[in-house]
């Protein structure tokens, strides 16, 4: 298996001089099962670089999985190019939204409306399709199995975990802990505890043994307590999740937009030292853009 | 006289619109709202917590493991889908499935329903109307409708009848056939629901001559692009040409004024496809 981060960036994309080592594009992963089989995590600004670098391989199959459809994860896939180009295949794979009724079939289509983009989605040539996933329904690609897990966000998000010939890895897409919306001495606060308890046992058992957790690290503890409820995690929460389901490898990502590369480095350094205990016997890092885990 | 006897009669009979969902309305204005405030208003609200708890336990989406309450729900799938969740369902909830008059409630609550997504996008962009009051003008405009399809069935009928075959505008025939339009019907049902006035004066006025600015600007734009659109329909054949300037720096003409609107379409493809819903709710 096989990964590939083409962009890492949270909420918009960041180019610039304060953004060179980590990457300033918007959540794109690339995964290789053993066959070969094409699975691309999320279609933030990174997944044009992903296409240029496909291009040589076309006509491609590819099998793009969306966590969610928030724009910092759908906004460039208009500009995955073979979706322009006859005998490719895309498979496009995501959440349903029950206040609309729809899913991601409309994708493609809100984006690619005429005043906001030169192409309509009718006009694409490569041969596109959309399948509505439901949480917990594991599919097969290739020598691959993937099953979304219902996470915590404003939106429908799903994390996916991916199995291949007994490796496997875990991609929470956009994930906040969830809370208890009733304070301690509420009386309705130990009935909603104790569903809060089972929803999060479910998604530590779902991400349980994977050699690779992508997670969402937006926040620190800090900035955390003036944006509960934005729906993001913080470096804390995603050591402590590869900590309870026992991952060896977790790539902290969706960096915060304003955070420089030394800024970044400065808070994973101190949320380490923070968390020794938890941390112990995973590797622990950064996601940056161009960074391969092959195992 | 005998019609505005018979119009009480007719709003006494309506059902009370949802307090709670006007409350998860009020809540929602405020951003920082407590979630546990919302889950408290949709929990003590029998109707509208079955109606999402159905939605959610509907072998569609396929949740993992059935949704038994607002709470679980909101460990499920997060505040913010369920607090949207309520107030589709709420606008949908309103509409009676079937009624003796044959007006077509699926088209009407297209119309509706696009109105009020509009209303809430020219609202945010003139910036001179709350965008949520702005959002239930447009819902409930046309309310008066309905209270005709179901307890004046066949007057109505012939009022529909009379716009179809002449082209004149329905609030005339039913002024001609009912006596009084579904401006004042809908008026008084706003009332009865105990709706800010301003939202009342809304309705009451929505054919008269359009205000220059606030909520009746913003619904009689919205009212003409969705039939400009031909976006659902609510028995009204006649389109009023856009007075000048009332677009502001919007557009001197309704297809103007949409397109400036960003996320329209795709918005009114939302209500499409929940306005499809409404047979299994
Ligand atoms: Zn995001
Ligand atoms: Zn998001």
């Known amino acids: 298996m096989k990964l590939r981060f083409w962009g890492v960036r949270g909420s918009i994309p960041t180019p610039g001089p304060e953004t060179v080592r980590y990457g300033g594009n918007t959540t794109c992963l690339e995964v290789r099962t053993d066959d070969g089989t094409l699975i691309l995590l999320d279609g933030g600004t990174g997944i044009h670089r992903a ?245 | 006289m005998h019609f505005e006897k018979e119009l009480l009669i007719a709003v006494e009979k309506m059902p009370a619109f949802p307090k709670s969902v006007q409350r998860v309305l009020e809540l929602t204005r405020n951003p920082d709202s407590a979630p546990k405030l919302i889950v408290e208003v949709i929990a003590k609200d029998p109707v509208m917590t079955a109606r999402i708890l159905r939605v959610l336990n509907s072998a569609f989406y396929g949740l993992p493991s059935k949704v038994t309450g607002v709470d679980h729900a909101v460990v499920m799938l997060g505040i913010n889908t369920i607090k949207n969740l309520a107030i589709r369902i709420a606008a949908v909830g309103m509409i009676p499935p079937t009624n003796d008059a044959g007006f077509d409630t699926n088209r009407y609550l297209l119309h509706s329903l696009g109105c009020a997504e509009a209303a809430r996008l020219l609202a945010q962009k003139l910036d001179d109307a709350d965008p949520t009051e702005a959002y239930i003008a447009g819902l409930l405009h046309d309310i008066g409708k309905i209270l005709y399809a179901l307890y004046q069935p066949r007057a109505f009928r012939a009022a529909l009848d009379r716009s179809a075959a002449t082209g004149l505008a329905l609030h005339l025939a039913e002024q001609e056939v009912l006596g009084v339009d579904h401006t004042v019907a809908g008026a008084l049902l706003a009332k009865k629901w105990e709706f800010p006035d301003t939202l009342v004066d809304c309705i009451r006025q929505h054919h008269q001559a359009p205000p220059r600015q606030g909520v009746g600007r913003t619904l009689f734009l919205a009212n003409q692009i969705m039939k400009v659109r031909a976006f659902g329909d609510a028995g009204n054949p006649e389109i009023v040409a856009l007075p000048e300037g009332l677009g502001g720096s919007l557009g001197n003409d309704y297809e103007g004024v949409a397109e400036s609107l960003a996320g329209l379409d795709n918005l009114l493809a939302q209500a499409g496809s929940y306005a499809g819903m409404k047979e299994e709710s």
Not at chain 1, 133 to 155: E, M, N, Q, Y
Not at chain 1, 171 to 177: I, M, Q, R, S
Not at chain 1, 266 to 272: D, S
Request: charged fraction near 20%; include cysteine.
């Open chain 1, 51 to 295: 296409a240029l670098n496909l291009l040589r391989e076309m006509p491609i199959r590819a099998n793009i999985f969306l966590t969610h459809t928030h724009w910092d994860h759908i906004q460039g896939l208009p500009f995955f190019i073979p979706i322009f180009v006859p005998g490719n295949r895309v498979t496009l794979y995501g959440p349903f939204d029950p206040v609309s009724g729809s899913g991601v079939e409309q994708v493609m289509e809100v984006q690619m409306q005429y005043s906001f983009f030169p192409v309509r989605e009718a006009e694409l040539r490569a041969n596109m399709d959309y399948r509505v996933l439901k949480p917990g329904v594991s599919v097969s690609v290739g020598d691959a199995t993937i099953t979304p897990v219902l996470l915590s966000h404003p939106v429908v998000n799903y994390g996916y975990r991916i199995e291949c010939n007994g490796k496997s890895m875990f991609f929470t897409g956009d994930h906040e802990p969830h809370t208890n919306i009733y304070a301690p001495g509420d009386e309705a606060h130990a009935a909603y505890e104790e569903m809060l308890v089972r929803q999060r046992s479910e998604i530590v058992s779902a991400m349980a043994g994977v050699d690779v957790l992508v997670a969402d690290s937006s926040y620190t503890p800090e900035e955390y307590a003036t944006k509960v409820g934005w729906g993001h995690g913080t470096y804390d929460s995603s050591i402590g999740l590869a900590a309870a389901a026992g991952a060896k490898t977790l790539f902290c990502t969706h960096h915060e937009p304003t955070r420089s590369d030394d800024a970044l480095e400065a808070v994973f350094a101190a949320a380490l030292a923070r968390n020794r205990a938890a941390a112990a016997g995973i590797d622990i890092r950064l996601a940056a853009e161009g960074v391969v885990l092959e195992w």
